[in-house]
């Protein structure tokens, strides 16, 4: 699987999980120069709070794009060091 937004791959691989129709990659798999941290903060009832990265390509920004969750809860222990995408980021096979 592959994360694109702007023209460019941001994350590539064989072996995400899907949840609630969500890939999430793992964290290895990200280009982490495409990558920088966001303050914004969600709570998700089951998974936990959930932390933001903004995706920058060629100079264009797109704000809190991509979203983990550095502490997981024991229901969702299997997306720990995984990363998530919304907001344009098209996802292929």
Known sequence: MKAI???KVI????????????HYFPYESIKKEFFKASDLHTVCPWKGTASY????????ENKDAAWFYPEVSELAKGIKNHVAF???????D
């Open 5 to 7: 937004w702007n023209n």
């Open 11 to 22: 994350a590539e691989s064989n072996d995400t999980i899907v949840i609630e129709r969500n």
């Open 53 to 60: 990265y903004t995706i920058e390509v060629d100079g264009k």
């Open 86 to 92: 919304w907001r344009g980021v098209t996802i292929e």
